[in-house]
């Protein structure tokens, strides 16, 4: 079965290009395309050369993501942040999952960029969670068959979390899989606002999304704090 993989940008030339090769290297056969939110950097001109297509979608990445599914080839849609890392398994691996015909998709374990034991142990409670409650972040690389994908309605058009809610909706819809390989997911965002401060903030806004507050509400705050 055909793999496409879906990288949203916007505004990362610092890490595109090393996103683009390691998808290559772990999946030479794949289709890869690149959907950009209106980048004002050198992203796009990075990513061409190293993408089979590159598209614009309004900016938001559920919107992104979902431009790109609607473009793509593949029976199986992988979902990669322009910012990780994959595997060189990486499509082995997803095949090999998907040779089980009752699997509707999955993720990987991640790894963050920065070898500190704080980031090792944020790392460690991310891969914890995910395998005790079967839900993934977009930072896990999640893919899925695309007739499941497309039978979900993609992703929801949420103003946060619509990679997790995606992820939640898949568990229903079927059993999926956690991949022990890691992905390399970057630290920036730790580091740039401090990783007590946004561990904090992402509890305090997840115990609110589960208690029924909109995320375009959470959004605000999330922004506001940041």
Request: one cysteine or more; aromatic letters at 6%; a positive charge.
């Amino acid at each position: 079965m055909r793999l496409t993989v879906i990288v949203p940008m916007l505004n990362e030339e610092r890490t595109i290009a090393a996103a683009l090769r390691a998808i290559r290297a772990g999946a030479p056969d794949a289709e890869l395309i690149v959907v950009d939110g209106g980048s004002v950097d050198l992203s796009r001109g990075l990513a061409k050369p190293l993408c089979d297509l590159l598209i614009e979608a309004p900016r938001g990445r559920a919107r992104q993501l979902n431009a790109g599914a609607a473009q793509a080839g593949g029976e199986v849609l992988g979902f990669v942040h322009a910012d990780t890392i994959v595997p060189s398994s990486y499509a082995h691996e997803i095949e090999t999952a998907l040779a089980d015909p009752e699997i509707v998709g999955g993720w990987f374990d991640l790894e963050l960029d920065d070898p500190g034991p704080l980031p090792r142990s944020i790392a460690f409670l991310i891969n914890l969670r995910s395998h005790l409650s079967r839900l993934a972040v977009g930072d896990q690389a999640i893919f899925a068959r695309r007739s499941i994908f497309e039978g979900l309605g993609g992703f929801p058009a949420l103003e946060l979390w619509e990679e997790l809610e995606f992820a939640r909706r898949l568990k229903h819809a079927g059993p999926t899989v956690c991949l022990k390989s890691r992905v390399l997911a970057s630290a920036r965002r730790w580091k740039r606002d401090g990783i007590g401060q946004t561990l904090a903030r992402i509890w305090i806004l997840r115990l609110l999304y589960h208690l029924g507050a909109r995320p375009a509400l959470l959004k605000r705050f999330y922004s506001e704090r940041r």
